[in-house]
């Protein structure tokens, strides 16, 4: 690295540990960069790393915004799809590709684009920083493992907290398939039942209105849900009438199980 006011800075620019075309992702974003871009020369790239000559120090703050953008764009990426191959490699193609949208929704835009921007101009000073520090050499990939901590470590806490949504998610549609099998397995018991909310608990009634006794596990820890679904199943009814019903979300769970004998 050269240094002062007009002279010249010279950078060699790369990732060791991921294989990214650097050269093309710069191109790119250079002429959006406006005035200061023509003091920004880049070398040919040499395996992973290539050369970058700025004129002047301002140039610096440029370069240091864009690599912030490619770290955010392309290296978070790369990093998070290892992370779910090494870690979730059970899952499927798919289900490793919902989680890793779920992952980069929640760290581009939970806190709004604004949000984003603030990130980005952060992780920009921590680049710029290394620049101004260094011996001329910069691997991005070292600024993630000794500049970025923080950051890396909310990647990878974002990325478990969208996994175990996933497993939930699967774990319950298999769930549901299993009781959808078992209703269509059994003879009806009763033609019809309407379920009421009373208190804290949940009853049903007959087509004339009568409580219907059913026998359910009364666990510690169930819930009114666990046994009014408990009831049902047992009854196995032809036709369930869920209209004076609130609970959205256990309308839709019940009409998922009792497909075609929910009444809304």
Known sequence: MAAKGGQILKYTIGVYSMSVALRPLLENRLPIQGKFTKDIRLGE????????????????FVLSDILADIIVEHLQIRYLMA?????????????????????????????????????????SGRVLACLLEGEGTLALDGVLRFRMKDCVAKWKRTLQECARQAVLLSERKQFIKLLRYFVCMRDPAIRYVQVQREGEAYIL???????IQVTAEDAADATKEDLLLSG????????????SVCDGELKGLLA???VGRVRK
Not at 46 to 51: D, H, K, P
Not at 90 to 103: F, G, Q
Not at 104 to 109: A, M
Not at 232 to 243: A, K, N, R, T
């Open 45 to 60: 790239q040499e395996g992973r790393f290539l050369t970058v000559e700025l004129s002047g120090r301002q140039a610096l």
């Open 83 to 123: 992370e779910l191959a090494r870690e979730y490699g059970y899952l499927s193609e798919r289900e490793r590709s919902e989680i890793l949208v779920c992952t980069v929704r929640k760290l581009w835009y939970g806190g709004g684009k604004e949000r984003l921007e603030q990130k980005k101009k952060d992780i």
């Open 205 to 211: 009634l007959d087509e004339q209105g009568n409580r």
């Open 232 to 243: 049902l199943l047992d009854l196995s009814p032809e036709v369930i009438d869920l209209g």
């Open 256 to 258: 998922d199980i009792f």
